[in-house]
């Protein structure tokens, strides 16, 4: 059992998984502020073509 207890092989694993886990949790949070601002923009722009109509 002390053998089991002290057995590091898949701490390795389980750090890298954290780590992809926290970079797409930004990935997704970078793409849906991106997102938010592009479609900000470019309502503002279609606005913009449509009163100089």
Known sequence: ???FWN???GQGMV???LIIA???VV???GITLIGKNANNL????AGKLT???
Do not use: C
């Open 42 to 45: 470019f309502s503002g722009v």
């Open 51 to 53: 009163l100089g109509s």
């Open 15 to 17: 750090e890298y998984g």
């Open 22 to 24: 926290l970079v797409a």
């Open 7 to 9: 057995n590091e092989e």
């Open 1 to 3: 059992m002390k053998n």
């Open 27 to 29: 990935v997704i949070v």
